[in-house]
């Protein structure tokens, strides 16, 4: 009998990253991601990539 269940994620999300905000930057970060219909996660990788992009990389 083959194995049930969802098949393993290609690249699974292994780590968990916790950040403290204001209230008001929570309320500002959940509207802009309400209003782009995403997820608060998808938005704070969207950023993290448009960071990336822009500055050069230290050494």
Not at 18 to 35: H, Q
């Amino acid at each position: 009998m083959a194995k049930l269940g969802r098949p393993p994620a290609e690249d699974p999300k292994s780590y968990r990253v916790t950040v403290r905000m204001s209230k008001s930057e929570f309320e500002r970060l959940s509207t802009y991601a309400k209003a782009n219909e995403q997820t608060i996660t998808e938005t704070m990788l969207e950023g993290v990539e448009l960071l990336m992009k822009k500055k050069p990389k230290k050494a």
